[in-house]
């Protein structure tokens, strides 16, 4: 399949190349930080979790009933992935049970979020150590995630239950990121039905949510009965033709995850197209306010989206054959993003702020999280970091 979308000529050449050893050195400094701060939040959560963002630089103590939950145990397996120490493993296996009660108590699980949930906690348990617990959660999770799926739409519904009038027949560019859990279904089952449901749900993603200027809506409504497509909007962008930054790093990186799965090049195709449009409009520093649109205001940036990018940037260098020469221009533009992170945008051992990566946006509309640190930011600086310093097997 190809779609026509545009390839827009990156309009900055990175001209200086980044000096690595530098940057790894900075990185290291980081990851210094990131464990005190880590070590920190573990003692004072006790068995709670971290809410979706902070409040003034706090982490909300909060049940297992976000859609950001596992980014939690996610950060504390990449801990462990980079440390070695013993506490990050013990204290990301004591978050399984409560993945498990969120299961068997259908806890806010009518949401396509099941992806971001079972992957982070029990796909990466099962990956790193084996758990076959772990492994069984999550294969639950893949049957619930099922439940969404509307075949004569071939999509995978978003929010809300089936019959929600606000909410039938509505996907989002975010999903790409939970699909992972349906390919690797059927990887260990060896049923097709996961993966080919999520095949349909990504050719319908990148038919209407990307527009043929390569940017993205946030959400698009299908007709759930006929399948007829119907119109794009957004919830979190700032209008419904504007694009909202998250949700094109969503894209950049989702769309990729699906060509690790099924080897499909016109996702590492579709994923270049999305990544000129996002880095042709950047600020001076590289990282990029909350919508896209807003690139030439004072409005408040995105780091979360912008580490999204970085980690969706080096996948895609990954997907590019070993002589393509934009493999480089790709990983220049990770490094130089994941600089400008790491020298302005994280929190000092100092300050009080619990979270790692500063200033990143939740929800501007609803005025949630706004210029905070938010799980899935700090979640995603810390993979573009081991990124960086090993060869890492996602747990995507
Ligand atoms: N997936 C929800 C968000 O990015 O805010």
């Known amino acids: 399949m190809t779609y026509s979308v545009a390839l827009e000529p990156l309009q900055k050449q990175l001209t200086i190349p980044i000096n690595k050893a530098a940057l790894q050195q900075k990185l290291d400094s ?13 003692l004072d959560l006790g068995d709670k979790f971290p809410g979706e963002a902070c409040k003034d630089g ?17 950060r504390l397996w990449l801990a462990w992935e980079m440390t070695n120490e013993d506490r990050y493993r013990e204290a990301a296996e004591r978050c399984l049970p409560a993945f498990r009660f969120r299961l068997d108590h259908a806890i806010r699980t009518n949401t396509h979020d099941l992806g971001f949930l079972y992957i982070l906690s029990c796909v990466s348990a099962w990956k790193l150590t084996g758990n076959e617990t772990a492994r069984q959660l999550a294969l639950e999770a893949a049957d619930k995630l099922m439940e969404r799926y509307l075949p004569d739409a071939g999509i995978l519904q978003a929010w809300g239950t089936l019959d929600d009038p606000e909410q039938k027949g509505r996907i989002i560019i975010d999903c790409n990121m939970n699909l992972p859990l349906l390919y690797w279904a059927s990887e260990q089952t060896g049923d097709r039905r996961y993966a080919e449901a999520a095949i349909a749900h990504v050719a319908q993603a990148a038919t209407h949510l990307v527009r043929a200027d390569a940017s993205t809506f946030h959400t698009y409504f299908f007709d759930a009965e006929t399948g007829k497509a119907r119109f794009g909007n957004t919830h979190q962008g700032y209008s419904d033709d504007s694009c909202w930054a998250r949700g094109q790093a969503w894209g950049i990186y989702g769309f990729l995850l699906t060509w690790r799965y099924t080897g499909d090049n016109s996702m590492v195709e579709l994923s270049r197209r999305l990544a000129h449009y996002f880095l042709n409009r ?12 807003l690139c030439n205001t004072d409005a408040v940036r995105d780091s979360s989206a912008a580490a999204i990018t970085v980690c969706g940037l080096l996948e895609l260098v990954n997907g590019l054959p070993v002589l393509d020469p934009n493999r480089e221009i790709y990983e220049n533009w990770a490094l130089q993003i994941m600089a400008s992170l790491t020298e302005n945008y994280l929190s000092t051992a100092e300050e009080r702020c619990e979270g790692i990566l500063k200033h990143g946006v939740y929800h501007m509309h609803d005025d949630i999280g706004v210029d905070e640190c938010t799980s899935w930011g700090d979640y995603f600086y810390m993979e573009a970091m081991i990124r960086l310093r090993k060869s890492w097997v996602p747990y995507w």
Do not use: R, S, Y
């Open 58 to 74: 706090v982490w909300p103590h909060v049940e297992n009933c976000a859609w950001t939950a596992a980014f939690w145990p996610g």
């Open 30 to 42: 980081a990851l210094a930080l990131i464990m005190q701060k880590l070590d920190a939040t573990i």
């Open 282 to 293: 950047l600020p001076e520093d590289d990282v990029c306010h909350w919508d896209l649109d």
